[in-house]
């Protein structure tokens, strides 16, 4: 074989596949199971987009069509009819015989940020002969030459196509009839609506709010009830904490919700782990149902008998359904084994299910279970074919003991050109949160840097969900301690089981929390010889006044942020910037209204006056992290630029 016919070495993850990617998500099988409806999520690079194209395929999964661009809400309950909504607010039904779809009306949203688990959601009717929504009158009125605050929650979570400050709108139900009309306020009032279930007798809509006398300032919700006929609202739970997604039981005779006690809530990342809650219908005594578990519940969804309850939960970096019977509280594991199902969907008789997983060598996919789950087959494989011709690392886990004798899960991905008989750099992530969790789940950032030469760990400190109640709240007064140590402790761990790693040529990087650990992480040692900071904190005094989520502050540091800035100067990078030597790059949305582009700003005066090679980029009308709003151009910036400063300083 001459020079010229040698075969080209394996190529991993690069920039441009981003704009391949497509994810599956949000499946909805009809009521008789003849139909399947999911989204895609797709990158439109030259549109420098992001959108959901909504797909409807027979269950027998021959080819799939697509609608529309929005979001599928639910199916008739015929299984005639799937309601679904455009990007602009638009309600739309499709009747699957004649493949035509039909405007119902349009819908107004606020940009009042309640919390990430509340859900602005449209119903059918049990009886299928009208839909509720949530909607808002959002009045349409130019910016103002002076804008007068006078709450708390007047800033949006801004970012592509959102607002910087809230509006004055509130979000209420409504409910128009499926033929079409004028819809029908069925709330009003100074409050918010929202996480919808309508009862099986079609009477009442029990829905979620926070009724208490400052809603800007308390984080506490409940469960409530609406009659469609009389408009009578009546509470239904008094739990003293947050509240979210209702479900009515098939039977009607009770309403599971998730909650979470405690009277100092945040509307982001709390530490408490939701549970599921059930109540009667018509109110009265709340018991949990999946405590025992002892992980973090999300997703669920009632059996057709009424017996048993669904839900998700992450445990030690997978993400498994399990059900819970509601007479004995017993659980038991439903669908698992190594990676994430995000969500899921039941069939008619509940003994199967569609679900999306996805794991370190593939995005978000569409599956199915038959024979009562003995068998589980592909339903999308949107992407395989590129998928195939790619040599992505597997991430191997890897447990060990922190400073105090905690145990402590990590994951290890080697470089593509991975070479045994050489050192190679060594790239430490963190995520976001302070409760996220790592595990099997497809993050391109791992699979980039691994192409680019790089071995990475990423690791659950303290903090994160799936290890439990006690370690979800390892960071509660404590940002930058136990957890940064857990960080330090399982670097040390990985070098020393990895004599092919240069202990010399290490990197940090982190998104949003990840990124205030970034920052703390090089006022705090100097083994680490370039850093990149995405959406990262820096200054917790200003950061308790400036960001979206101040009650983050107070929920994680026990108070008000006046009775705490001593506390929140300590654990605040900017207060020991002094020490920094590390090359830092910061990236930051200029609209971040979550952690405010000053808290970049702040960190970048500070390192530049000191001397420290360092680079601010602001991207501009980005929001945070790496949710939808960040353009897919910017996003490959984002990422290019995270690997050049890398290269600049690390030697491969």
């Known amino acids: 074989m001459t020079p010229t016919e040698q075969k080209a070495p394996p190529q991993g993850l690069v920039i441009d596949d981003l704009s391949k990617i497509r994810k599956a998500g949000t499946p909805l099988l009809s009521p008789d199971d003849r139909f399947l409806a999911y989204h895609v999520a797709v990158a439109d690079y030259d549109a420098d987009e992001r959108y959901d194209l909504i797909m409807v395929t027979p269950a027998d999964q021959t080819a799939p069509v697509t609608i529309a661009r929005g979001i599928a809400h639910g199916w008739s309950p015929d299984g005639r009819e799937l309601l679904y909504e455009t990007a602009n607010g638009e309600l739309h039904i499709y009747t699957v015989s004649t493949a035509a779809s039909r405007l119902l009306t349009r819908r107004s949203e606020s940009a009042y940020f309640i919390n990430h688990l509340a859900l602005n959601n449209c119903i059918w009717s049990p009886d299928g002969q009208s839909i509720a929504f949530v909607g808002a009158d ?5 910016e103002p030459a002076v804008r007068v605050i006078d709450d708390l929650l007047y800033k949006s979570k801004g970012g592509r196509g959102r607002p910087i400050y809230a509006d004055r709108a509130q979000t209420h139900i409504y409910r128009i009839p499926a033929a079409g009309g004028a819809p029908e306020p069925l709330t009003s009032g100074p409050f918010n609506e929202h996480s919808t279930t309508w009862s099986p007798d079609g009477r009442y809509i029990a829905f ?4 208490t006398d400052r809603p800007d300032d308390i984080q506490q919700s409940e469960i409530w009830k609406v009659d469609i006929h009389s ?15 209702p479900a009515w039981s098939p039977k009607g005779g009770h309403i599971a919700f998730l909650a979470t006690p405690g009277q100092t809530g945040t509307n982001d990342s709390p530490a408490e782990d939701t549970h599921i809650a059930l109540i009667p219908a018509d109110g009265g005594q709340m018991r949990y149902l999946t405590k025992s578990l002892d992980r973090r519940i999300e997703h669920l969804r009632w059996h057709p008998s009424g017996k048993y309850i669904y839900f998700t939960a992450g445990d030690r970096g997978d993400t ?11 659980i038991e594991t439903v669908q698992g084994g190594k990676g994430c199902i995000s969500e899921f969907c039941l069939t008619a008789q509940g003994e199967d299910m569609v679900f999306i997983k996805s794991n370190t060598h593939f995005p978000p996919e569409l599956f199915r279970t038959k024979n009562k789950g003995a068998v589980v087959e592909p339903v999308t494989q949107e992407n395989a074919a590129w998928l195939s011709t790619k040599a992505l690392q597997p991430a191997d886990p890897f447990w060990f ?6 145990q402590v899960q990590g994951w290890l991905m080697k470089p593509v050109a991975f070479d045994p008989s050489r050192k190679h750099p060594l790239i430490l992530v963190i995520h976001g949160g302070p409760h996220n969790m790592f595990g099997h789940d497809f993050d391109e950032r791992f699979h980039l840097l691994s192409q680019a030469g790089y071995a990475v760990v990423y690791i659950n400190p303290r903090g994160s969900h799936g290890y ?20 330090m402790a399982g670097v040390d761990y990985i070098l020393a089981q990895n004599p092919w790693l240069d202990a010399d040529n290490l990197g940090v990087t982190g998104q949003s929390y990840g990124g205030y650990m970034t920052n703390w992480i090089v006022t705090q040692t ?8 995405d959406g990262g904190l820096s200054n917790l005094v200003s950061f308790s006044g ?3 989520y101040h009650s983050l502050m107070e929920s994680e540091f026990g108070g008000r942020a006046y009775d705490r800035f001593d506390l929140l100067w300590k654990w605040s990078p900017l207060r020991h910037v002094v020490r920094v030597t590390t090359p830092t790059l910061l990236l930051h949305g200029e609209t971040d209204n979550e952690v405010p582009f000053t808290q970049a700003e702040e960190m970048y005066i500070a390192l530049r006056k000191k001397g420290v090679d360092t680079m601010l980029v602001q991207y501009t009308g980005e929001g945070h992290g790496w949710r939808p709003e960040l353009g897919p151009r910017n996003k490959a910036d984002l990422n290019q630029r995270m690997i050049a400063w890398l290269n600049k300083y690390l030697t491969l």
């Open 231 to 245: 408009k009578a609202i009546t509470p239904l739970s008094d739990h003293r904490g947050l509240a979210y997604q």
């Open 526 to 533: 100097t083994r680490f010889k370039a850093a990149v900071t």
């Open 320 to 330: 498994s359904v399990y059900r819970v019977s509601i007479e004995n509280n017993h």
């Open 468 to 487: 439990g109640q006690a370690f979800s709240k390892g960071t509660l007064m404590n940002w930058g301690g136990g957890d940064y140590q857990d960080l």
């Open 546 to 548: 400036t960001s979206l």
């Open 138 to 142: 959002v009045p349409e009125a130019p």
């Open 401 to 406: 003991e922190s400073f105090d004798g905690m």
């Open 208 to 211: 979620v709010s926070n009724r």
